[in-house]
Antibody
């Protein structure tokens, strides 16, 4: 079965960077994009960006352009999301998500979420 | 930039009742690229419907979706206790976007 397993919770100081991993299994890694979505406590869902693991092509929400980088390692079926210049407003649960089927933009598979806390 | 507005913000109903949740886009949604998700506390979102009205695997048929263009609806025909949660609509395509959510609570 399809599984997305994320790295553990992080606590970072303002101005630092965080890198969250998403390790996939149960399907051919290069056949589906991976997206990143975040959710501040008690708030809604916010799409951050995506990566095509086959081509390495990425796309980012305008809000995060220049501050986020999504990369992948096909040998271990893992995608990474790095967010830089962290501020308190970046405190949130970060999810990776895979399309329901190839070419779909709806996310049928989600990681368990990674809590990133930004605090001095 | 498009905006998705969900209404109501909170919906209070009893088990067995019918729930109607709305999602309105500020710009027309291309090819009905509209999905609905359910989220319970401490859990990741769960895909309910994609392409406006297609149920994902194992989603009960009490969940249905309709709409086109800028107006979309999620209907839960008869509420079960496990349906009380937060629901999000999502527009997908070149720049995915989520609505702010509707909280469905027990009356």
């Amino acid at each position: 079965q399809v599984q997305l397993v994320q790295s553990g919770a992080e606590v970072k100081e303002p101005g630092a960077s965080v890198k969250v991993s998403c390790t996939t299994s149960g399907y051919i890694f290069t056949t589906h994009d991976i997206n990143w979505v975040r959710q501040a406590t008690g708030q809604g869902l916010e799409w951050m960006g995506w990566m095509n693991p086959n081509t390495g092509k990425t796309g980012y929400a305008q809000k995060f352009q220049g501050r986020v980088t999504i990369t992948g390692n096909t040998s271990i079926s893992t995608v990474y999301m790095e967010l830089r210049s962290l501020r308190s407003e970046d405190t949130a649960v970060y999810y990776c998500a895979r399309p329901y089927f190839h070419g779909s933009g709806s996310y049928g598979f989600w990681g368990q979420g990674t809590l990133v806390t930004v605090s001095s | 930039e498009s905006v998705l507005t969900q209404s109501p913000g909170t919906l209070s109903l009893s088990p067995g009742e019918r729930a109607t949740l709305s999602c309105r886009a500020s710009q027309s949604v291309r090819s009905d690229f509209l999905a609905w998700y359910q989220q319970k506390p401490g859990q990741a979102p769960r895909l309910l419907l994609y392409h406006t009205s297609h149920r994902a695997t194992d989603i009960p048929d009490r969940f249905s979706g309709s709409g086109s263009g800028t107006d979309f609806t999620l209907t839960i025909s008869r509420l079960e206790p496990e349906d009380f949660a937060v629901y999000y609509c999502q527009q997908y395509g070149s720049s995915p976007l989520f609505g702010q959510g509707t909280r469905l609570e027990i009356k």
